[in-house]
């Protein structure tokens, strides 16, 4: 027997068998589990999805602060009249603030500060220049009016607004006629007169006398104050809300109207009801044989009376 043949046979057989096996195992890739890619691809996504809010957002602070922070032109006028006895004071203002203040008899300080804001400060200057202020008196009776001439500015950020504060004596009337812009009042007595086309009325503290009225376009109205025995205040509102405090001493008549919206009365045995449709009406005395009137009347809106 020729054992040189046979054991180089043998080893002939062997070889490419391991080789064989050696082969395979490089050719064949590891597989990674399909919950990987996926987390992967979350991953990957979101870091897109944050870089591209971040740009967005720095666009959105870029657009703001070049539309929305342009330069702003500001001037004060100072002016005192001397008053003899109960004023009225009557304001025009097409945009901005009015807020009347109790000062000391026998003088009415009107503060205005006028504000202009465009693209750039030269802009916001001549801007400025068209605001004009026109203070007068007859007699007992001051008149302040705003006026804005021109054109407005189409730049999306520009504005031109008038903030007064008128300091009266306790005993005086009140007239507003404002476009836009917030109406305040504070404890005067006397009657008032203030219309709004947008914007807020707030009374704090006053005593509202004689015929006196509140018309509002859009925004809301905010009184805690007191009725005289001879007032006849009719309060409307186009589009808001009515919010009164009066003191549970009261006396008058009550009618409240709601077109679209609530009627709650606080207080007094008034009660709500159906008037037609959606209509709420609220309406009764708040004591026997009242003098004094108080109507509400609202087309959108709710309207809260309530006794302090």
Known sequence: MDWRDSSGETSQDATPSISSNLTNMRKRPTRRPWHVWLIGGCIGLLILLGAFCGALGGM?????????HEPTISANTLHTFDIQGAPLVVVNNPAGSVTFAPGEDGAVRVEATS??????????????????????????????????????????????TVDL???????????VRQSAGDATVGALAG????????????????TITGDSDVQLGAGNVSIDGALTQATDFAIRI??????????????????????????????????TR????ATLLAA????????????????????????R
């Open 238 to 271: 186009d589009a808001g809300n009515a919010t009164l405090t009066l003191p549970a001493a009261t006396s008058a008549h009550i009618e409240a109207t709601a077109h679209a919206g609530n009627v709650i009365v606080h207080g007094w045995p008034i009660s």
């Open 191 to 206: 009657p008032l007169s203030l219309h709004v086309d947008a914007g807020n009325v707030h009374v704090a503290g006053a």
């Open 165 to 175: 504060l008128i300091t009266v004596p306790v005993k005086t009337s009140a007239t």
């Open 60 to 68: 959105a602070v870029g657009v703001y602060q070049f539309v929305f």
């Open 284 to 307: 009764g005395d708040t004591r026997s044989s009242p003098q004094a009137r108080l109507m509400v009347e609202v087309e959108a809106g709710d309207i809260t009376i309530q006794s």
């Open 274 to 277: 159906h008037a037609s449709g």
């Open 115 to 160: 504000r202009a804001r465009d693209r750039t400060e030269d802009d916001a200057r001549k801007a400025l220049g068209t605001i004009s202020l026109d203070l007068r008196q007859d007699g007992q009776t001051v008149s302040v009016v705003a006026r804005f001439s021109g054109h407005s500015s189409a730049w999306p950020g520009a504005s031109r």
